[in-house]
């Protein structure tokens, strides 16, 4: 069953559900922005589906009711970022604008971010960059769910990262994914609404190989593309980690509050301008050339295309009921 609602009927139901779990104002604002913005473009994994462990997060003290981040601007190009135990929209709203401006003066700029809980998707903080006319690649990570390649064991977190290439007359070009075979969100949806997941995605606690979600839940997913995924997987664990200052995977779980929200961790930005770096004003002749003959390219489906589409198209949501239930019981 689905109930469809407005696009202010979702920002309202986020806001009023973080302020009733007790975060201040603007954090709260911040992350209704982050699902609604999920929602209106159908990331439907990362939207209201994550309000009940943003709202768990700050009922068990994990995640700060009134955050007080910090921005230490290290040397012109590193931004480094405290963030106090807040949730990551907050952060991005804060400070994105600050490694704009430094990024546009220098040419490159590391945001550097530590003490926050990210639980959403990495494209509102890539796309922001890019519609500013940077490139931006972006990547944090999460809890032990993965297994690295070979291994039956987890390790590495679902990891995503996102990459955002700026356009002067479109959208920027952005990818989002995760490094497992799937968002851990879409395996917890798959097994809410009873699918079986494609084959190759997971295994379960013995090792063996399973399309059964709840399996898949007990055990752990694979990475996507084989030891090529494992290793990328790898390098965010090193980005997003001891890069930031932060905790990998597997450490970030020793300390976490288990209350289904995000764990605190790191997040890795980096920001760079074409336009310094090429050196040319026209930095953006090449690069479209290439871009339109990669979407004219017959079967290929440019990434960011579907959420685009949504994003002009979608005006009410349909969104899953016993979702709706479970937040206005809290
Ligand atoms: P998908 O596999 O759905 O999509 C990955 C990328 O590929 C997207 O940019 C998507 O574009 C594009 N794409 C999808 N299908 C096709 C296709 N058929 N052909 C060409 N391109 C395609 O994403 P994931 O499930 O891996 O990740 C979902 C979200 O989960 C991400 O936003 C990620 O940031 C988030 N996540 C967050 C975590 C966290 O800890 N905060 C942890 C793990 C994941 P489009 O968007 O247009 O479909």
Not at 13 to 24: D, F, M, Q
Not at 96 to 104: A, F, H, V
Not at 128 to 135: D, K, Y
Not at 214 to 239: A, C, D, R, T
Request: proline share 5%.
């Amino acid at each position: 069953m689905k109930n469809s609602l407005s696009l202010e009927d979702i920002y309202n139901l986020a806001y009023t559900t973080l302020t009733k779990g007790g975060s201040c104002s603007e954090q709260a604002e911040a992350v209704a922005q982050t699902i609604l913005s999920a929602e209106k473009d159908g990331s439907v994994s990362h939207g209201l589906f994550r309000l009940p462990g943003y709202f768990n997060s700050l009922k068990s003290g994990k995640v700060n009711l009134n955050p007080n981040p910090s921005l230490h601007k290290v040397t012109k190009a590193v931004l480094k970022c405290g963030g106090d135990r807040s949730f990551a929209p907050l952060i991005h709203k804060m400070y994105l604008n600050e490694l704009i401006k430094s990024t546009k003066d220098i040419g490159i700029g590391v945001l550097s971010i530590q003490r926050v809980a990210h639980f959403a998707s990495l494209w509102p903080e890539t796309e922001t960059l890019a519609e500013n006319g940077l490139i931006g690649i972006a990547c944090t990570s999460y809890l032990p769910v993965v297994s690295p390649f070979g291994a039956s064991e987890k390790l590495f977190g679902t990891n995503p990262i996102s990459f955002a290439w700026p356009r002067k007359t479109n959208n920027p070009l952005v990818f989002d994914m995760a490094t497992s075979s799937l968002a851990l969100g879409d395996v917890q949806i798959a097994a809410r609404d009873g699918h079986e997941l494609p084959v190759g995605a997971g295994i379960d606690a013995n090792g063996n190989a399973t399309t059964d979600p709840n399996q898949v839940l007990e055990g752990m997913l694979l990475p996507f593309g084989g030891y090529k995924g494992s290793h990328l997987s790898m390098m965010i664990e090193l980005l997003a980690g001891p890069l930031v200052g932060e905790t990998t995977s597997d450490t970030t779980e020793e300390n976490n509050i288990d209350d289904g929200g995000p764990p605190l961790g790191g997040q890795f930005i980096l920001a760079m301008s074409p336009e310094i770096i090429s050196g040319l004003d026209d930095w953006d002749k090449n690069a479209e050339t290439f871009i339109n003959k990669l979407s004219n390219l017959k079967g290929v489906r440019m990434p960011g295309k579907r959420r685009h589409i949504n994003r002009t198209s979608l005006e009410n949501i349909e969104v899953n009921s016993d979702l709706l239930n479970k937040i206005y019981s809290l």
